[in-house]
């Protein structure tokens, strides 16, 4: 199974962008749909991007529709998440996650350990 390890989150202010990064390693890259989930204090983890093993096919949940883009890079075996005009509600624990088929499910089957973004107001 791929090993995902997510970086990027940090504090940042109401407006602003980020980008998120989830470097995998110990399988076929090309293999794998990627998809970034998060997970809010008190809130089930939920679905935010994905994108096909091929590298199309991305797909948004409808809260960041238009705000986030999720994309890969074969070349580094890393998958993005660029977050703009960030609001507090985005707060969350984000995660990577793969799964070895085309489309990312809603529970893959390997996870990253996460990586905290924090919205202020």
């Known amino acids: 199974q791929v ?3 997510e970086s990027g989150g940090r504090l940042v202010q ?5 980008r998120l ?3 995998a390693s110990g399988g076929t890259f090309g293999s794998y749909a990627m998809g970034w989930f998060r997970q809010a204090p008190g809130k089930e983890r939920e679905f935010v991007a994905g994108i096909s093993w091929r590298g199309d096919l991305p797909s948004y949940a409808d809260s960041v529709k238009g705000r986030f883009t999720i994309t890969r890079d074969s070349a580094k075996d ?3 998440l ?3 005009s960030l609001n507090p509600e985005d707060t969350a624990v984000y995660y990577c996650g793969a799964d070895r088929i085309e489309i990312i499910s809603t529970k893959p ?3 990253g350990q996460g990586t905290h973004v924090t919205v202020s107001s």
């Not at 109401?14 to 980020?18: E, I, T, V």
């Open 109 to 111: 089957d390997c996870w």
């Open 78 to 80: 890393t998958v993005y």
């Open 14 to 18: 109401a407006g602003d962008s980020l």
């Open 82 to 84: 660029q977050m703009n």
């Open 3 to 5: 090993q995902l390890v």
């Open 21 to 23: 990064s989830c470097a």
